[in-house]
């Protein structure tokens, strides 16, 4: 098993920064595809960031590109959203999940085997 807890959210007004971090412990070496998504109240889980295994590529939804930067640390088996210039569409709970070790990048909710429990970014306008 693995488990992840997210930290980092909270509240901030619009053109704001926050930055997420996700610590991931038990059976993992540190070395998977990592995601980040968002749910908002009455809407759908969505996509909003991942980063291959080595940190060598990153994808991102085109709501958040040039603005959320995704980063890891596979010695401390964290990954992390910096997210700049928030707007208050960008509030939602936000969760981090693990895909295949040495994968690629993976936009799929369904190609993650372990998520979050999540952590709230609220932007207040």
Request: net charge positive; with cysteine; hydrophobic share 30%.
């Amino acid at each position: 098993q693995v488990q992840l807890v997210e930290s980092g959210g909270g509240v901030v007004q619009a053109g704001g920064s926050l930055r997420l971090s996700c610590a991931a412990s038990g059976r993992t070496s540190g070395d998977n595809t990592m995601g980040w998504f968002r749910q908002a109240p009455g809407k759908e889980r969505e996509f909003v960031a991942t980063i291959s295994w080595n940190g060598g590529a990153t994808v991102y939804a085109d709501s958040v590109k040039g603005r959320f930067t995704i980063s890891r640390d596979n010695t401390k088996k964290a990954v992390y959203l910096q997210m700049n210039s928030l707007k208050p569409e960008d509030t939602a709970a936000y969760y981090c999940a693990v895909g295949p070790r040495y994968g690629d990048t993976r936009l799929a909710g369904t190609d993650y085997a372990y998520w979050g429990q999540g952590t709230q970014v609220t932007v207040s306008s």
